[in-house]
């Protein structure tokens, strides 16, 4: 199972928005409704942010948001907060009970 | 609260064997399937393997299979990874993570296994 690709960085100023893409195929992201993200600190746990593609968990600011096209995923943060400055992974289901990440991406706020 | 604190990681020669513990507490334990997930330090997430809640169900990524077995004791709320023929490419943080929703919504710390002669 090949990760899925993410770009290696993104960035924006406060209060603007940034996309991230994850790409994979039509045996995970393409073939089912199960695409979530999650935020990295340097030194921390994953965080859950964004589940079956477009879901918020509790607590998950409303600036976080989800979609998908085809073999491709999203996530957009806009407003831009200096919190918001880590590592984020995809991760897709792949079928028969299997799952893949993507590559990650550093996010940086300017 | 949820908690998961896992255990058990060391340096061990190529070849060996070692089993992670991961204990868990705040929710309960044998309603939820649960992963484990890899990570080598300053790279990206590689999914490990799943038991399903009452252990009857597992699986595992390719990288793994017929070397690693995952089980769980829903008794003790605890989750564990058996790891035998380890090798370099081994090497790395393990974290078990609680499945939800296709997800996997909270996180433990992880255990730091590394392989080395």
């Known amino acids: 199972q090949s990760a899925l690709t993410q770009p290696p960085s993104a960035s924006g100023s406060p209060g603007q928005s940034v996309t991230i893409s994850c790409t994979g195929t039509?045996?995970?992201?393409?073939?089912?409704?199960?695409v979530s993200w999650y935020q990295q600190h340097p030194g921390k746990a994953p965080k859950l942010m964004i589940y079956e593609v477009t879901k918020r968990p509790s607590g998950v600011p409303d600036r976080f948001s989800g979609s998908k096209s085809g073999n491709t995923a999203s996530l957009t943060v806009s407003g831009l907060q200096a919190e918001d400055e880590a590592d984020y992974y995809c991760?897709?289901?792949?079928?028969?009970?299997?799952?893949?990440f993507g590559t990650g991406t550093k996010v940086t706020v300017l | 609260e949820v908690q998961l604190v896992e255990s058990g990681g060391v340096v061990v020669q190529p070849g060996g064997s070692l089993r992670l513990s991961c204990a868990t507490s705040g929710f309960t334990f044998g309603d939820y399937g649960m992963h484990w997930v890899r990570q080598v330090p300053g790279k990206g997430l590689e999914w490990v393997s799943l038991?399903?809640?009452?252990?009857?169900?597992?699986y595992y990524a390719d990288s793994v299979k017929g070397r690693f077995t995952i089980s769980r004791d829903n008794n003790k709320n605890s989750l564990y990874l058996q790891m035998n023929s380890l090798r370099p490419e081994d090497t790395a943080l393990y974290c078990c993570t609680r499945g939800t929703n296709w997800s996997f919504d909270y996180w433990g710390q992880g255990t730091l296994v590394t392989v080395s002669s």
């Open positions: 039509s045996s995970d992201v393409g073939g089912y409704n199960y």
């Open positions: 038991i399903s809640w009452d252990g009857g169900r597992t």
């Open positions: 991760s897709s289901y792949a079928g028969s009970y299997k799952y893949v």
